[in-house]
């Protein structure tokens, strides 16, 4: 499991967040040129070698989770300029950081899934169980109404509810992938989707209902 700390949120009291081992690494990085010329024929580079179509279904699979990431990353700014926004940066640099694992797996042909390292270029079960664990903790907090509710209560659920869109679509297109049973790449999305609709709604003082009327969102024990 991953470790944990306290996390402080708008009705939700004391929470305690999923963060990655990711979220505190430091790596030092050559400088390199991001405009290396090879794509210009419509091609892109696998990890460990090959080169595929850029409108091929593994290199869409890769821009959605791309997307996805900087969906997170869009709430995460906006979070921090919220109230008590400040303690889920930390988790939220942790997800992006795993969506980094999950590229890495998608972008290698399955003549080279040997040489993956786990947690690093290949997603882990303790990857999935870590999120499951973390949206189990927010159901039992309460933090979600028992209906569909509209979005767009204030900024931050609202970019959360965005990147809950964006990962939802970067599962239908590793779905469409079929990466096979040894992949936790559609578990994980499936997990972090549910996971970025909890936490939109913790950032919620009240939730708008999909039919009609409104429900003050519940106020953690103190």
């Known amino acids: 499991m991953y470790p944990t700390w306290p996390l402080s949120l708008p009705r939700s009291g004391a929470l305690r967040p999923f963060v990655s081992p990711r979220a ?23 990890l460990f070698g090959g080169r595929v179509r850029k409108d091929s279904a593994r290199v869409a699979t890769i821009g959605a989770i791309d997307e996805a990431q900087a969906a997170i990353g869009l709430a995460r700014a906006e979070a921090r300029a919220d109230r008590g926004g400040a303690d ?30 786990a947690g690093v270029s290949f997603v882990t ?16 907090s309460r933090v979600a109404p ?21 990962v939802r ?3 239908r297109h590793a779905v469409g992938l079929a990466l096979g049973n040894e992949s936790s790449v559609v578990p994980y999305l499936n997990r972090l989707s ?7 709604r913790a950032f919620e003082e009240e939730h708008l209902m999909a039919r009609s009327g409104r429900v003050r969102a519940p106020r953690a024990k103190e």
């Open 169 to 171: 679509r970067a599962e």
């Open 88 to 117: 889920i940066d930390e988790e939220l640099t942790g997800l992006e950081r795993d969506l980094w694992v999950l590229m890495a797996e998608v972008a290698t042909a399955p003549r080279n899934r040997a040489k993956l390292v």
């Open 125 to 140: 079960a303790d990857m999935v169980d870590g999120i499951e664990a973390r949206v189990h903790e927010l159901e039992a």
């Open 24 to 46: 505190r690494r430091t790596v030092r990085c050559a400088p390199v040129s991001i405009s290396t010329k090879r794509g210009d024929g419509g091609t892109t580079g696998l």
């Open 194 to 200: 549910d996971l970025c609709w909890l936490l939109a």
């Open 146 to 166: 028992a209906e569909f509710v509209v979005p767009g209560q204030n900024r931050t659920s609202a970019t959360l509810d965005l990147a809950r869109t964006v």
